[in-house]
């Protein structure tokens, strides 16, 4: 079946810092993947997708390239900043799903001052 | 666009209770709905899925019977928790997806809500 794997976390930077959370990808077919982000106390925000291979997704500064021949799509962030803070969570949908997302175990992102 | 309302964000309640949950596409129909549980620090758990105007496919391991699910129009589903007891503490999400195509197609999330059973 279908799977996604994501660095461990917690990841701790410090503002300014270069991110990137890996994240590959099990799948029969051609999948879309998904970023998203949890704020505490609150639900998923989609942040980026890309829906075929070497499709780039952005938003806010955040990047990640969908790579099928390393069946990857990392994500990537010249510059965090504190705000940046949360839960990110890499997810994939694909036919072999049906209609549900496959989700990532999440990393903890912590961006100090 | 594609907003997703959820109500109560936090119901504190005495085992027994039922409590209702429910889920609002604001801006967009939604065809497919989708009910999470989440555990403290871990990744999102689908428990269901609802397609309006039909019965919700729920999950291996999830109780048909306890955790209620209607998806009676294009906006709105819900989320009945039946005779809440404290395992049943957690933060539900719902999300919503606008069309069939999944494959390009996101689901957009709601904020959740916090069930506490005392």
């Known amino acids: 079946g279908d799977s996604v794997t994501q660095m461990e976390g917690p990841v701790t930077l410090s503002e300014e810092a270069f991110l990137t959370i890996n994240c590959t990808y099990t799948a029969t077919g051609y999948p879309s993947l998904f970023w998203y982000v949890q704020y505490p106390g609150e639900g998923l925000q989609l942040l980026l997708k890309?829906?075929?291979?070497?499709d780039k997704g952005s938003n806010k500064g955040f990047e990640a390239t969908y790579r099928k021949e390393t069946t990857s799509f990392h994500l990537e962030k010249g510059s965090v900043q504190v705000s940046d803070s949360a839960v990110y969570f890499c997810?994939?949908?694909?036919?072999?799903?049906?209609?549900?997302?496959?989700f990532g175990e999440g990393t903890q992102l912590t961006v100090n001052p | 666009g594609a907003v997703v309302s959820q109500h109560p964000s936090w119901v504190i309640c005495k085992s027994g209770t039922s409590v209702k949950i429910e889920c609002r596409s604001l801006?967009?129909?939604?065809?497919?709905m989708f009910w999470y549980r989440q555990f403290p620090k871990q990744s999102l758990m689908l428990m269901a899925t609802?397609?309006?105007?039909?019965?919700?496919?729920?999950e291996q391991g999830v109780e048909k019977d306890k955790f209620l699910i209607n998806h009676a129009s294009l906006t709105l589903s819900t989320l009945t928790v039946t005779s809440a007891h404290p395992e049943d503490s957690s933060f539900y999400i719902c999300?919503?997806?606008?069309?069939?195509?999944?494959?390009?197609?996101?689901?957009?999330f709601g904020d959740g809500t916090r069930l506490s059973i005392l």
């Open positions: 999300s919503a997806r606008a069309d069939q195509d999944y494959s390009n197609q996101p689901q957009h």
């Open positions: 890309a829906t075929k291979a070497d």
């Open positions: 997810a994939l949908s694909s036919k072999t799903s049906g209609s549900r997302l496959t």
């Open positions: 609802s397609n309006e105007g039909s019965k919700a496919t729920y």
């Open positions: 801006d967009f129909q939604a065809t497919t």
